[in-house]
């Protein structure tokens, strides 16, 4: 059966070759030129949740960055080129950082228990537990802790890009990008914007992580 789906990859492709030309011969040609997305998309490598698939985009139109529990960490090289390549040569208008409820990576950041490797990574959203723990531990649902950490760990992530200096730099510049927080509903198919305060925050954080 693996092997059949595997085989049936190659085939789903074609037929979405031919589809996609038929509705727009240059669809090809056109990608290949080059890309210029508007949005930087900083997700949940959970494969229940593609990204310009869920925000209704195509191909080309968003740049994606995806981990487990869609954690924006200083000393990640990987997050933090992408944040700087899409703000500095892409020049995306929009960086998102979206969440979704039914997070594992956070979920499992609740757990009391040794992960191997994934400790360290988890630590991160241990630690947004730690800064907001007279809110969370004020939940007798636990269900509705475990939503409401997936949105204060969005939040944090967003404040940790704005700390970044290529977004406090361009945004001086040119008045963009704006950070966004969104969590996806995976029971409703439907995304939620957190309406981050990114102005409010940008200013704040810019007395301490002044870098531009």
């Given at each position: 059966?693996?092997?059949e ?22 669809f090809?040609?056109?990608l ?7 949005f ?9 949740v ?68 994934l ?28 939503d ?10 967003c ?54």
């Amino acid at each position: 059966m693996t092997n059949e789906l595997y085989q049936s990859i190659f085939e789903n492709n074609r037929r979405w070759v031919e589809e996609k030309r038929a509705s727009d011969p240059e669809f090809f040609a056109r990608l290949a030129r080059g890309q210029k997305p508007e949005f930087l998309y900083i997700g949940c490598a959970d494969s229940r949740v593609p990204a310009n698939e869920i925000m209704g985009l195509e191909p080309g139109q968003v740049f994606v960055h995806r981990n487990i529990a869609n954690l924006v960490v200083n000393i990640d090289v990987n997050a933090n080129s992408v944040i700087q390549y899409a703000v500095e040569q892409l020049k995306v208008r929009h960086i998102v950082v979206c969440g979704h409820y039914g997070c594992g990576g956070v979920k499992a950041a609740l757990q009391s228990e040794d992960m191997g490797l994934l400790n360290g990574w988890l630590r991160e959203v241990r630690d947004v537990y730690r800064l907001h723990e007279k809110e969370l531990d004020a939940f007798t649902d636990e269900q509705a802790r475990y939503d409401r950490l997936v949105e204060l760990n969005v939040h944090e992530q967003c404040v940790n890009v704005i700390k970044t200096a290529f977004v406090q730099r361009s945004y001086r510049r040119h008045g963009f990008p704006i950070v966004h927080g969104w969590v996806y509903h995976l029971d409703e198919g439907l995304l939620r914007d957190l309406e981050i305060p990114f102005v409010d925050i940008l200013d704040r954080i810019r007395r301490i992580y002044h870098l531009d």
